[in-house]
């Protein structure tokens, strides 16, 4: 009577058991699913967000071209070119290579206009009148800013780090 009480108990542990652990393998596959999806929406976010930051609202064509541009109206166009949550930083790297300058020429370099493109003529790429309509070297530097540091604000923080992007 021993042995099989003994045996019935346990059976009866190991069923608990068992059931204990039937019940924590599927609260962690509960657990991981919820991560998996609160993952997937996350990368959703960024990649709207991503997508917001790289568009823009108008185009470096829709300016009508002028002679010459001040200070006060390159930053007007590139305000309208330019996300507003990255337009500051924007501004900080422009205000840094070239001051608002669309001419601004390195010497010693030969990096141009107003994101210091470097050869110059990469600058085509956005238009063929990149060396004297500022939309198109604000078009070409956000997408270059987009492209090589995924934002303008990639791009600061990366200025800040090595006083060069």
Known sequence: KSAAEAARKQAAKDAVAKQQAA???EKAEKAEAAAKKAADKKEREEA????????SGRDAGSFAPQSSYSVSQVQAMARQMVPAGQFQCFSNIVNHES???YKATNASSGAYGLVQALP???MASAGADWRTNPATQIKWGL???NDRYGSPCGAWDFWQANNWY
Do not use: H, I, L, V
Not at 48 to 55: D, H, L, T, V
């Open 143 to 145: 997408n270059y800013m």
């Open 23 to 25: 019940e924590k393998a």
């Open 99 to 101: 001051t608002w300058n």
């Open 48 to 55: 709207a967000e991503n997508k917001a930051s790289r568009s």
């Open 120 to 122: 110059a003529s990469k």
